[in-house]
C-alpha cells in the first residue's frame, strides 16, 4: 500500500515544488539569493517586506527539496537551485501565466462553458525568457538567409520587450518595433527598454497585431517576426482570419521577409510524446491551447497554408538539438512570390 501510495501521489509533490520554484523566482528570493548569498530569515524578510514566519516554512519546504540549503540559520541555493535560474522564462510562463489555466479544466470541460483564462502578461514574459534557448537563435540562424542588410525589425506580440533589447544588443544597426496586445507586458516593456537606454531605437505599440496593421503607422521594415503569433490568430479568427493577417503584411510590404516561428501539433505521435522534453513541456503546452482559445496545427497544415497564399519558404530551420532535439518548434523564412 504505502509503495503504490507514494508512487500515485508525486504528481501532487511536482505541481507544489512547480508552484514554489516559480515563487521562489517571483518573490524575489531568487535574484537576493544569487546577490548576497547566504542570509537568514530576518534578513530576506526585512529586505523583500514578507512575513517572517511564513518564509521561514516556505524555505524549509525548498530546502527539503535540495533547491536550498540552510546551514547555520542561514539559507542559500544549493546547486540544483541555482541551476534553475536558466529555466525561469518556463515557470513564468507555465506556472505564472497558465497555473490559473490548468485549475479551470474542469469548469471549462462542460458545454458552453467558454474560454479558460491566463495571465497574458506573463505569458508574454516568460516566453520571452524561453525565446534565449528557441526563438532569439532561430531568427538568427533565418536572418542568415536573408540578402542585403536587416536593420528594420517589427516584432508583433513582443511580449517584456527582452527579444527587442537582446536584437538591439546584438546588432547595433538595428531599429526595432515592438506591438504587445498585453497592457502588463506593454508596460514590462517599456520599463525594460527605459532600463537598457534603449529608447532612441525602440518604438513600444500596445495593440494586438491585426488591429496594429489596420492603422496607419509610419514605418517601413526589412523583416517582421512573429513569434507564436499565428496559432492566437487562428483559434480566435479561424484560418480566415490568419489568411486576411499575413495578406495584408504582404499588401503592405510586398518585399518584406516574414520570419515565422511556431510548435508543430503532434499530440497523436505517441513516439514524440514519449520523448522527456515532450511529457513535461510540451504534453502540458498542447493541452493548454485547448481551453484557452488557441489553435495548434502541424507543420503540414502551414506548409499548406503558405503555399496557397504564394508565400515562399526560404528557409525552415529547428531549434538547436543540444536545447531540443524534439523537432516541434520550427521557424519559417517567408517571402511573397514573383
Not at 523583500?48 to 547555520?72: R, T
Not at 490548468?102 to 516566453?127: H, P, Y
Not at 533589447?165 to 502588463?184: L, N, R, T
Not at 491585426?210 to 492603422?215: K, L, M, N, R
Request: glycine share 8%.
Amino acid at each position: 500500500m504505502e509503495v503504490q501510495l507514494i508512487e500515485s501521489i508525486q504528481p501532487i509533490r511536482y505541481f507544489t515544488l512547480a508552484v514554489c520554484i516559480y515563487h521562489l523566482f517571483d518573490t524575489g528570493l531568487f535574484n537576493v539569493f544569487v546577490e548576497d548569498g547566504p542570509s537568514s530569515v530576518h534578513q530576506l524578510a526585512n529586505r523583500l517586506a514578507l512575513d517572517e514566519e511564513k518564509l521561514q516554512g516556505f524555505l524549509k519546504y525548498l530546502k527539503n527539496e535540495h533547491v536550498l540549503i540552510e546551514e547555520n540559520d542561514e539559507f542559500q541555493l544549493s546547486p540544483k537551485g541555482i541551476e534553475l535560474g536558466d529555466f525561469r522564462g518556463w515557470y513564468i510562463m507555465m506556472i505564472g501565466g497558465y497555473a490559473e489555466t490548468f485549475l479551470q479544466i474542469g469548469s471549462k470541460l462542460k458545454e458552453n462553458s467558454g474560454w479558460a483564462t491566463r495571465d497574458s502578461m506573463k505569458v508574454g514574459v516568460g516566453s520571452c525568457g524561453i525565446s534565449h534557448y528557441d526563438a532569439i537563435p532561430l531568427t538568427q540562424s533565418l536572418m542568415s538567409h536573408i540578402p542585403g542588410e536587416c536593420n528594420r525589425l517589427l516584432d508583433l506580440g513582443c511580449g517584456n520587450g527582452l527579444y527587442l533589447v537582446e536584437f538591439c544588443k546584438h546588432y547595433p544597426d538595428i531599429q526595432a518595433w515592438g506591438v504587445e496586445p498585453s497592457e502588463g507586458g506593454y508596460a514590462e516593456a517599456v520599463k525594460l527598454v527605459e532600463a537598457h537606454g534603449l529608447q532612441n531605437r525602440i518604438q513600444l505599440t500596445c495593440s494586438p497585431a491585426i488591429e496594429f496593421f489596420q492603422s496607419d503607422f509610419d514605418y517601413k521594415p526589412d523583416f517582421i517576426v512573429l513569434g507564436f503569433v499565428l496559432h492566437e490568430i487562428l483559434g480566435q479568427d479561424g484560418e480566415e482570419g490568419v489568411i486576411r493577417f499575413l495578406t495584408q503584411i504582404t499588401d503592405r510590404f510586398p518585399d518584406i521577409n516574414i520570419i515565422v516561428i511556431e510548435v508543430d501539433n503532434q499530440i497523436d505521435d505517441l513516439e514524440i510524446m514519449n520523448h522527456g522534453l515532450a511529457k513535461s513541456y510540451y504534453n502540458p503546452y498542447y493541452l493548454l491551447h485547448y481551453f484557452t482559445r488557441q489553435r495548434l496545427e502541424t507543420e503540414k497544415y502551414w506548409d499548406k497554408l503558405f503555399a496557397s497564399l504564394n508565400l515562399t519558404v526560404q528557409a525552415k530551420e529547428r531549434v538547436n538539438h543540444h536545447v531540443d532535439s524534439t523537432d516541434l518548434t520550427i521557424g519559417y523564412l517567408l517571402q511573397r512570390g514573383k
